[in-house]
């Protein structure tokens, strides 16, 4: 699919940014480890006539183009990726390792399409950038690091990135998913999950496996735990409402006849909303206390918050002037709030800014040629390998061409010249 003039900017080739997103690909490196990246990304910015900025919140990336009175747009990519091993077979798969910041090698992956992010945006840099004629203002472009670990777009606010630079007059991102590639997905309000992570230790006393009435067995305890919270949402979140609770891991024990000490439950919850969250958090903490005590534990349990990103809210009336851009590059339909969760709201919220995020479809289109409505194709997604997957491989084109296109033509929808 050849690149779309958007706004008056010329048709661009964009093989290059292709063949980057390969290189990229190959290369992944994990959250504030994303120093090849950075390094690229800088001297692509700097050679387009960006003022450049590096090592924000440790490895992220500012460029600044000003081009006459106007807003300032920021535009986000997310550049890191994540310990898994590739499965996909592509030519260009990835068989990196680095270590985590415990120590641990593990195998890195481009899982979640932070390369195609990566590789979209500077695509969107050359566009814009070589058409000043066609757009007025300030196009802020942060290139973040450590989005899977929920934490770099907060690292990059606390490293001052408002104070040092500027506050910009909306936030724009984009994010690939299995959604058959030439559409895109947007929908008003809130449109990606907030999530927690919480680290649940419950105490037992430990006892050989024989005399289990010598001890208080820990994981007894965390089976009545983790029972229990499945109830949490089938029974004190309304049907209207949403929410997930997801018990990612249990750890506990080294030997099968040695009840040991301790258990540790890691949990994850997704909510669309404040309250339906807060009782949520709330009914977690009342069932692990309650079967800790019920259990006769010896103290009680500790419960640890690792993470909590918001909700990401797309401001209607952004949304609006957004979704009149994007519709003239792609197919564009609501897909309804998604459950993933993304830390770029928090770039909007620290600015005081309105937010808006639209998902790229990267799915393989032919997969979906009979489908004839939205319910359909939410429904083939689900066969589809998605996000975080080993087999997560977007087809490059069309989603990399409508991915700058979409961004471009929304960038200057935002900033247009001055009459």
């Known amino acids: 699919m050849d690149c779309l003039p958007i706004e008056g900017i010329p048709v661009s080739d964009t093989s290059e940014f292709a063949e ?222 949403l929410a997930v609770v997801t018990i990612g891991y249990v750890r506990s024990g080294t030997k099968e006849n040695v009840i040991p000490d301790s258990a540790e439950l890691g949990i994850n919850v997704r909510s669309l909303d404040p309250g339906v969250r807060t009782r949520v958090l709330a009914a977690i903490t009342r069932v692990v206390e309650a079967e800790s005590a019920a259990s006769g534990a010896p103290k009680p349990p500790q419960i640890e918050t690792l993470y909590s990103v918001p909700v990401v809210f797309n401001e209607p009336e952004a949304t609006e002037r957004t979704v009149a851009a994007l519709g003239e590059v792609a197919e564009v339909f609501d897909p309804g709030p998604l459950m993933g969760s993304e830390d770029v709201g928090e770039l909007a919220l620290a600015a005081g800014a309105p937010m808006v995020l639209w998902e790229v479809g990267c799915a393989d289109p032919e997969i979906f040629a009979r489908v004839s409505s939205r319910e359909e194709m939410l429904a083939l997604m689900a066969d589809q390998p998605v996000n975080h997957s080993p087999m997560f491989a977007p087809v490059i084109q069309p989603t990399l061409d409508i991915g700058i296109d979409a961004m471009s033509a929304a960038v200057t929808k935002w900033l247009p010249p001055q009459s």
């Open 20 to 241: 980057l997103y390969k290189d990229l690909h190959q290369h992944p490196e994990l959250g504030f480890q994303e120093h090849r990246t950075a390094a690229i990304v800088a001297d692509r910015l700097a050679a387009l006539g960006f003022d450049v900025t590096t090592g924000i919140g440790g490895t992220g990336v500012v460029g600044l183009l000003a081009n006459g009175p106007g807003r300032t747009v920021l535009a986000r990519a997310d550049m890191d990726a994540l310990p898994v091993q590739e499965q996909t077979g592509l030519p260009y798969a990835s068989t990196a390792r680095q270590a985590t910041a415990d120590g641990q090698e593990v195998p890195v992956m481009h899982a979640c399409g932070h390369d195609m992010h990566t590789a979209m945006l500077l695509g969107v840099c050359a566009r814009v950038a070589g058409a000043p004629a066609t757009w007025s203002g300030t196009l802020m472009v942060v290139f973040q690091p450590a989005e899977e670990l929920l934490s770099g777009a907060r690292t990059m606010i606390a490293h001052g990135l408002y104070e040092r630079f500027r506050a910009p007059d909306v936030v724009l991102a984009q994010h690939i998913v299995p959604f058959p590639a030439g559409t895109i997905g947007i929908a008003p309000g809130p449109t990606w999950a907030a999530t927690d992570g919480i680290r649940v230790t419950l105490h037992g006393r430990g006892s050989h496996g024989s005399q289990p009435q010598a001890a208080v067995d820990p994981v007894v305890m965390a089976a009545s735990v983790i029972m229990r919270l499945q109830t949490v949402v089938s029974r004190e979140i309304a049907a209207t409402e």
